[in-house]
């Protein structure tokens, strides 16, 4: 069925960003996608009618650039995807406090700068706002301590979402915090439990299910609510 919805996913080079766009493709969205390096656009390149515009995160020109140039965009759904692992192993004792603060910017911080940026144009009522965040990031759950530094950026992710939503007063806004399952990419290993297909899949139908539902959730792929 034709489908006029229009969205913006953050980190689309690879891996779970990549296969969002898959997705909402086969479903006919219209879609913009950033990524790092738009001269080398990989298999983000061979979808037809995909928009590519540069962002690196961190960066906050590239930020505004952005901004400006999709002044007058409306989106249905503002996915922020991207996110590192940040240095191994995680030892607290040997971490350079560079690659600590690289993690927390790219992990925490930087999706926050885009959402402010960016929030304005979420369609009112419908839209989503959607971060990616783990079940990691989840200060009750006592898993993952060798990835204790990837997992408190996780928290401090789902912390600095609440910070900015509260700031933000938009009742209406639908805001995902969502854990996309253990997914074989670069970052979750051949080992992981499960493809990029099925993750993907998973959170694109809890996206639609989401939409119009006003407030926060954190949720996985299958629609599950985690505790923060
Ligand atoms: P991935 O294959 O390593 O892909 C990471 C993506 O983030 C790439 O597109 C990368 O771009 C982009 N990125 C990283 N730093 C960036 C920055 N500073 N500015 C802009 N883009 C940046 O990892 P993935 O498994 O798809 O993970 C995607 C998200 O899911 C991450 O937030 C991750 O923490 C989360 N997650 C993954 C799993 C899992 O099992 N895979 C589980 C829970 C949560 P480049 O190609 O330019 O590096």
């Given at each position: 069925?034709?489908?006029?919805?229009?969205?913006?996913?953050?980190?689309?080079?690879?891996?779970?960003?990549?296969?969002?766009?898959?997705?909402?493709?086969?479903?006919?969205?219209?879609?913009?996608?950033?990524?790092?390096?738009?001269?080398?656009?990989?298999?983000?390149?061979?979808?037809?009618?995909?928009?590519?515009?540069?962002?690196?995160?961190?960066?906050?020109?590239?930020?505004?650039?952005?901004?400006?140039?999709?002044?007058?965009?409306?989106?249905?759904?503002?996915?922020?995807?991207?996110?590192?692992?940040?240095?191994?192993?995680?030892?607290?004792?040997?971490?350079?406090?560079?690659?600590?603060?690289?993690?927390?910017?790219?992990?925490?911080?930087?999706?926050?700068?885009?959402?402010?940026?960016?929030?304005?144009?979420?369609?009112?009522?419908?839209?989503?706002?959607?971060?990616?965040?783990?079940?990691?990031?989840?200060?009750?759950?006592?898993?993952?301590?060798?990835?204790?530094?990837?997992?408190?950026?996780?928290?401090?992710?789902?912390?600095?979402?609440?910070?900015?939503?509260?700031?933000?007063?938009?009742?209406?806004?639908?805001?995902?915090?969502?854990?996309?399952?253990?997914?074989?990419?670069?970052?979750?290993?051949?080992?992981?439990?499960?493809?990029?297909?099925?993750?993907?899949?998973g959170m694109v139908d809890q996206i639609n299910?989401?939409?119009?539902?006003?407030?926060?959730?954190?949720?996985?792929?299958?629609?599950?609510?985690?505790?923060?």
């Amino acid at each position: 069925m034709a489908n006029s919805r229009t969205a913006l996913i953050i980190g689309a080079s690879r891996g779970l960003g990549l296969g969002l766009v898959q997705r909402l493709h086969e479903d006919g969205w219209n879609i913009i996608a950033t990524v790092r390096d738009p001269q080398k656009p990989g298999a983000l390149g061979d979808i037809p009618g995909v928009r590519i515009e540069q962002l690196e995160m961190n960066d906050t020109t590239q930020l505004d650039g952005l901004k400006q140039r999709l002044t007058g965009e409306l989106f249905d759904l503002v996915f922020v995807n991207a996110g590192v692992m940040g240095p191994l192993p995680q030892d607290v004792d040997s971490v350079q406090p560079s690659d600590v603060g690289d993690l927390f910017m790219t992990n925490a911080v930087a999706p926050i700068r885009v959402a402010r940026r960016l929030v304005g144009q979420v369609r009112e009522g419908s839209g989503v706002l959607a971060f990616m965040s783990s079940i990691l990031g989840s200060v009750t759950i006592p898993d993952g301590s060798e990835l204790c530094l990837y997992k408190a950026s996780k928290a401090a992710l789902n912390s600095m979402i609440n910070s900015f939503l509260v700031e933000l007063q938009r009742p209406d806004l639908c805001v995902l915090a969502m854990h996309p399952g253990w997914v074989k990419t670069d970052m979750g290993g051949e080992n992981a439990e499960i493809d990029v297909l099925t993750s993907t899949r998973g959170m694109v139908d809890q996206i639609n299910a989401q939409s119009g539902n006003a407030g926060l959730r954190f949720i996985n792929y299958k629609g599950e609510s985690l505790i923060w």
